[in-house]
């Protein structure tokens, strides 16, 4: 299977490219939506759904910003950075539906800045340290496939808002798991050494790979693509091993998740009433 294949296999049915952060090329998802909870929806379940996927995000999107100035090339910053904005703009909608559903009418910034880590819902593997780029790109390819195949569920959501950023955030997916994927494929297939680090760092996201399936059952689609990128790439997709890695959902986190939050709401904290 040629890369330009796999490529192309991954965007099928999603010929619109339009994938850039800052609001460009997109209409309001929200515009015109009902933002009543409907009847027959169970809000307080809603609400921890919004919060959980907001909180990947954040978390997500906070340790993209760590590769400012330290990616491999000034155009894979870039890439890096809009992704993350992508995913903070998908915070920002899941946290604001979050205030919406559980009545508090809470803003984003109450969700992002204002909790402590115990509060957070994110699953662990994306608060874990960036490590070296392998490690990243095999993450992103990891957290992009298994998102976006919620998010394609979610846009049959009975809740018309939370259908309307899934179908936002799917366009978005696509690209990050497509950069994603031709990275991991670059590495794989590369040199020596970066065939050995992508190979360790695929083998260390796959260990995590039970809570993702535990938050969201589409373990047999997500594997069939991971498979297939490993495959093009050399690789071969480490077993998923059994048992509890990290759970995250719950709010018990590893010891990266404090610091990472830290940096984060610092100067929110320190002035909590600003306005910019």
């Known amino acids: 299977m040629s890369d330009d294949h796999v490529y192309m296999?991954?965007?099928?049915?999603?010929?619109?490219?339009?994938?850039?952060?800052?609001?460009?090329?997109?209409?309001?998802?929200?515009?015109?939506?009902?933002?009543?909870?409907?009847?027959?929806?169970?809000?307080?379940?809603?609400?921890?759904?919004?919060?959980?996927?907001?909180d990947d995000a954040l978390v997500s999107a906070q340790r993209l910003a760590e590769w400012t100035t330290r990616a491999p090339?000034?155009?894979?910053?870039?890439?890096?950075?809009?992704?993350?904005?992508?995913?903070?703009?998908?915070?920002?909608?899941?946290?604001?539906?979050?205030?919406?559903?559980?009545?508090?009418?809470?803003?984003?910034?109450?969700?992002?800045?204002?909790?402590?880590?115990?509060?957070f819902r994110n699953v662990t593997l994306a608060e874990l340290p960036g490590g070296d780029f392998a490690f990243s790109m095999a993450r992103l390819l990891v957290l992009s496939s298994w998102r976006l195949a919620h998010f394609q569920g979610l846009t049959?959501?009975?809740?018309?808002?939370?259908?309307?950023?899934?179908?936002?955030?799917?366009?978005?997916?696509?690209?990050?798991?497509?950069?994603?994927?031709?990275?991991?494929i670059r590495l794989g297939d590369g040199t020596e050494e970066s065939h050995r680090r992508m190979?360790?760092?695929?083998?260390?996201?796959?260990?995590?790979?039970?809570?993702?399936?535990?938050?969201y059952e589409a373990r047999d689609e997500v594997l069939a693509v991971l498979r297939q990128i490993a495959d093009v790439a050399g690789l071969a997709l480490p077993e998923m091993t059994p048992g509890d890695e990290g759970p995250g959902r719950q709010g018990r986190h590893t010891d990266h998740l404090a610091p990472l939050l830290t940096e984060l709401q610092s100067v929110a904290r320190a002035h909590p009433e600003a306005t910019w």
């Open 73 to 119: 090339e000034l155009e894979e910053e870039v890439a890096l950075a809009n992704i993350g904005l992508d995913l903070l703009g998908q915070a920002r909608l899941l946290y604001s539906r979050a205030g919406q559903a559980d009545g508090t009418e809470r803003g984003e910034d109450a969700y992002a800045y204002f909790r402590d880590p115990d509060d």
């Open 9 to 54: 296999t991954l965007a099928e049915g999603h010929e619109d490219d339009t994938r850039w952060a800052y609001g460009t090329g997109f209409e309001d998802p929200l515009h015109g939506v009902d933002t009543t909870v409907p009847d027959g929806v169970d809000a307080a379940e809603l609400a921890a759904l919004c919060v959980a996927l907001g």
């Open 156 to 184: 049959a959501s009975s809740d018309p808002v939370l259908a309307a950023i899934a179908a936002k955030g799917v366009k978005e997916l696509t690209y990050h798991r497509q950069y994603a994927a031709e990275w991991v």
């Open 199 to 215: 190979r360790a760092g695929l083998r260390q996201v796959t260990a995590y790979l039970g809570e993702l399936f535990d938050a």
